[in-house]
């Protein structure tokens, strides 16, 4: 019978986005990681960008809480797993602190996580301690770490901010406004870290800048203080394995990235064996049952795309030969005839669906969603910044967690022959069954 564990753990959080929450969480987690101690991490909310540079940090898999998207027994197992070997779990949070339902304060009170808060003081002074203030006593029972001020102007601006603390033991320190400690960022959130070159050395420039504050000159024996007990999960039954003797390749480079770990993990649990590829840089796809297209930016790789011959014809004959492809987002845009980007450029790209996508400036969906299928209902969340026009009906469509039967219809989930596609990201752990369903010649949607 698996038993409670205990280990420090923070969960980061700000009063909004861009206050600096992948900064410090990432360099806190290095910071621990470079003086030997084991580190474990976590991303609150659907997210594929963050989850990068703190796996970068920490030389591990990070994984997602979502009390809603992954569930509270799937937060339980995996922070009950990191507590077994970790001697500090970092889990940064979403958005603002308690933006969203559930927020990363819901998960901070269930868990008892907690609360290392991130402040933009780049322009605010006395303020800094009413907002330090608001978000640790805004809701009754939060747990609470303290506070550090990022984007500080001088050693006479974070006097300033400090004397501003109602309680002068929230202090946990100051990082200055330092261009070399800002991770860099384009149109879906922060740039992938395995794209820079200098991706390590920027964790490390971060992580020396905590080390001269309170926070980073915490030793092992003063993170006690944030010890959290995880109760021992309940024991599930593994999932069947429907995809047993099935081999699934999976696109994988910089056009086609956003994929969760725990897919990769339901995926063979399913008994699928996983191979992968690059619709970028191979010539064809490897010998496979099925295929999985997961999101990523083709939109910035549309001539590449467009001129790999062979793995468009490679495509066609898997989808001629009648074998399942899953594609998400990402993948689903590279299915269409064509694309046009915001500029008006237009591509051709692999033509197994009818129709073109368009990119725009501004974003044109965002939130949990799920799909019912005929398996069962797979939670996950939408994210894009294009649309695109089809002749295809949908087959179903997701619906946001709280949908009444008025609310209005979410993604389209298509059916053309053996592909399914869809803009919805699935969290495969949600439903094992349904998961294996996208992979299955005539599974019904």
Excluded at 134 to 151: D, E, S
Aim: aromatic share 6%; net charge neutral.
């Amino acid at each position: 019978m698996a038993l409670p564990r205990s280990c420090p753990a923070v969960l980061v959080s700000a009063p909004a986005s861009g206050q600096g929450k992948t900064t410090l969480a990432a360099a806190l987690a290095r910071l621990h990681a470079r003086r030997g101690r084991r580190v474990r991490a976590f991303k609150c909310g659907p997210d594929f960008l963050d989850p990068g540079w703190l796996e970068l940090a920490t030389g591990a898999a990070v994984h997602q809480l979502d009390l809603w998207m992954t569930g509270e027994a799937d937060c339980r197992q995996r922070l009950h797993d990191a507590a077994r070997e970790a001697d500090l779990i970092v889990v940064e949070g979403v958005m603002g602190l308690f933006d969203g339902a559930p927020s990363a304060a819901d998960l901070a009170q269930r868990f008892g996580l907690p609360v290392l808060a991130v402040i933009d003081a780049s322009a605010m002074a006395g303020t800094f301690g009413a907002v330090a203030h608001g978000l640790q006593h805004y809701r009754a029972g939060l747990p609470w770490a303290g506070v550090v001020a990022n984007r500080v102007a001088s050693e006479r601006h974070a006097q300033m901010l400090r004397e501003s603390l109602a309680a002068p033991q929230d202090w946990l320190g100051a990082l200055a406004r330092n261009q070399a400690l800002t991770l860099p960022e384009r149109h879906l959130g922060l740039a992938r870290a395995g794209e820079l070159g200098d991706a390590l050395q920027r964790l490390d420039a971060a992580a020396n800048a905590l080390a001269q504050t309170p926070l980073g000159g915490m030793d092992i024996g003063a993170l006690k203080r944030w010890e959290v007990r995880i109760p021992a999960p309940a024991v599930t039954a593994a999932p069947a394995p429907s995809l047993a003797g099935r081999t699934v390749a999976v696109a994988r480079d910089q056009a086609f990235c956003f994929i969760y770990q725990a897919n990769l993990d339901t995926l063979r649990a399913l008994g699928a064996e996983l191979v992968f590829f690059s619709p970028l840089a191979d010539a064809a796809l490897p010998a496979c049952d099925a295929l999985w297209l997961p999101g990523g930016y083709p939109e910035l790789h549309a001539a590449a795309l467009a001129g790999n011959a062979g793995m468009r014809a490679s495509i066609a004959a898997h989808v001629a030969a009648g074998r399942p492809i899953w594609a998400e987002c990402g993948g689903m845009m590279a299915l269409y005839e064509q694309l046009a980007s915001s500029d008006g450029e237009v591509y051709p790209c692999w033509g197994v669906l009818p129709g073109c996508v368009t990119m725009h400036l501004r974003l044109a969906a965002l939130g949990p969603q799920q799909l019912q299928l005929a398996a069962g209902v797979l939670r996950g969340h939408t994210f894009h910044y294009s649309t695109c026009a089809t002749p295809l009906s949908p087959a179903a469509r997701t619906a946001r967690p709280d949908a009444s039967p008025a609310a209005a219809a979410g993604e389209a989930f298509y059916q053309h022959g053996p592909v399914r596609a869809s803009y919805f990201h699935a969290w495969f752990a949600s439903c094992p069954e349904a998961a294996a369903s996208l992979f299955l010649a005539g599974a019904a949607a």
